[in-house]
């Protein structure tokens, strides 16, 4: 058998032998490290890029419908949507060449900033040439600009640059903001913000809103999305027209008037609300805060938002219960004593308006006798205190009112199983203490009795209106259809009147207009306890009083000027607004007091006066006249030629002079006034001027103030 032995190496070639070994290695790890990263690039580099590319190709995308219009009970337009434009430019546009833009930029950067005045010409400069420098296809120039603006725009260097018609680089993109016409409740017209919706534009969002469409787009470098061509896909629909409650001219009216009042009391904040007493509808919701600055702001609606302790004009409700469940009638008398009364460790106090001794249920209403109230709830409910809160119950004051505009506060009425329920309670809450409500609640239960016993849901809107002309009408809902007999209502309403004549609204008895109504006065409970020396003040009216059309409140909160009752506070608020309603003949006062004065024209007599301001007068009052010969003359001058005969002859005012105001109503004294370009200052509440800063004759310089005083 024979032996094979292996062949020897030598060393050099077992070496040279392992580096090859080492290198096939190599070289095999080398392909897979690069087949990995070939793999990864494919995964992650490569899909980064699809979806890159993707998102920058042409996509359906939603297009807003234009929002529908609000209107004012009389059709006049309070909002409206107006298109405004955000302009870009495209640096990286055909045309626009190197020479172009350094040869225009300085006069484009001038023209921008003396525009718009909001950057130097430095400025605009310096971020167009960084735009420039990027060849920004989507560069922000301005946004939020008018139409009109737009024009202008569109005129300035580098901009003004066409190609077949075509603006070089500028770049226009329509969007629509919500424009409030006369800049008037604020509040109560609200808006919508993302989420949050306020007023009456958060209530018929899914009126006014629309529906919206579909249009082709595409993604530019900038991030921003630019329609191509082919139109809509799916056509974006207008939004309905909402015809509100609200009337242009009260709203005015009482939105001055509750101003006015807040500046004379220096009052933390105040609300009025003036409702349409047979159908509930809000006529006219005004609020104000006052802010740090002394400047009053329509920041918060009060009437709807906030809750608060009503004080005496609850006991419009405690005496529906006393009469309607205890029989018991106005000339029914309980003791006083002497403005005080002692249950457990608390102490009920009249105010000092309220007699002594025995008083009869008229009386404890009409001087609104906290004693008197809270001792007929104490012994006639004192054993059975849910019998009282199921009354209460009965007139819905424990429900929300649901109305139509978000943001209403609960009301709030203790019951006995509440853990802060005492044997004070009751008789507390009978006059206003302990309980919480909104103003607009609080009107509601007014308005109701005012309406002969039929409590109406307030309504905000009238009817909404289709882009196709298609009207639904919102009609009234009542929410109590019968609150008590008529004949209890009707003794209700007339001990209301009496508050004015003889109790403690009586500062507002004499006017064009009759009120009937109630005050209110209650502590501020601020810091755990109740404020002395801090009052919020209010009053419930209706008008005019034999026949009434409208119902209204006032609240003013924190008055600081010295006075702080209903009466002396709210009560005069309410009174201006109703006497300016009746001068803008937007009622009629039945009964004698809407006969014309005798001889009527003596009252316009040899006075000078905007003939605007006359044609009011003369239709009120019946008087005969003839039309000056000239053209349409603004200003005229009286002469009574009868008792009910007017001459009128034109006056050219040749000299701007302050013309002699006494004896006319504020409103048209102002209107004279301010037309030369006086700023006024009213002093008083009356509604005619008794006297002027400036004498009659006096030359007019412009912004000069005018001092007005009434009575």
Known sequence: MTNVEPSSKSPGALIRSAWRRILVALIILLLFSL?????????????????????????ERPVEAVRGDILDCNGRLLVTSVPIYDIYFDFGAEGLTNRIFRSEVDALARALSNYFEDRTAGEYKRLLEKGYRQRHRYFPIKKGISYRDWQVVRTFPLFRHQTRNYIVGLIRVPRYRRLNVYGIADRVIGY????????????????????????????????????????????PMMGATVQSTLDYRIQRIAEQALLRGMIRHRAEWGSVVVMETATGAVRALANLTRKPSDQYWDDRNYAIGEAVEPGSTIKLATLL?????????????????????????????DGAQVPHGYISLREAFIYSSNVAFGRWAYELYGENPERFLQQLRALKLHEPLGAAVPGEARPFIPTPEDKRWSGTTLPWLAFG????????????????????????????????????????????QTRVAKMASRALIDTIKTLMEEVVRHGTARGIRRGKVPI??????????????????????????????EAPKYTAIVVINDPQNGFHSGGSVAAPILREIAEKMYLQMIFEVPSRRSVPPHRPARWVD??????????????RWGLVYEEPESTAPEWIFTRAVSDDTVHLSPVRLLRRDVPNVKGLPVADAVYMVEGLGLKTEIRGTGMRVTAQSLPPGTPVRPRRKIVLWTE
Not at 207 to 232: C, F, N
Not at 520 to 543: H, I, M
């Open 606 to 619: 040899r006075k000078k006066l905007p003939m605007t301001a006359f044609e009011t007068w003369a239709r």
């Open 321 to 349: 219960v006393l009469m309607k469940d205890k029989d018991l009638r106005p000339s029914d008398s309980i003791d006083v004593d002497g403005g005080r009364f002692r249950i457990y460790d608390r102490t009920i106090r």
């Open 35 to 59: 087949t990995v990263v070939r793999v990864l690039s494919i995964q992650f580099f490569h899909s980064k890029a699809a979806r890159y590319a993707k998102a920058y190709t042409v996509q």
């Open 433 to 476: 203490y302990g309980l919480k409500l909104t103003p607009l609640q609080i009107l509601t239960l007014y308005n109701g009795v005012v309406n002969g016993g039929r409590m109406v849901k307030p309504r905000f809107v009238e009817a909404i209106i289709e882009p196709d002309g298609d009207r639904t009408e919102i009609e009234p």
């Open 192 to 235: 919508v913000r993302n989420d949050v919706k306020v007023g009456i534009e958060g209530g018929y969002d899914a009126y006014l809103a629309g529906s919206h469409g579909t249009q082709r787009m595409k993604k530019t470098y900038g991030g921003v999305w630019v329609p191509v061509d082919g139109g809509y896909v799916v056509e």
């Open 516 to 545: 009937g109504g109630k005050t209110g006065t209650v502590w501020l409970y601020k810091e755990g306890r109740y404020q002395r020396d801090r009052f919020r003040a209010s009053f419930v009216g209706f008008f005019p009083a």
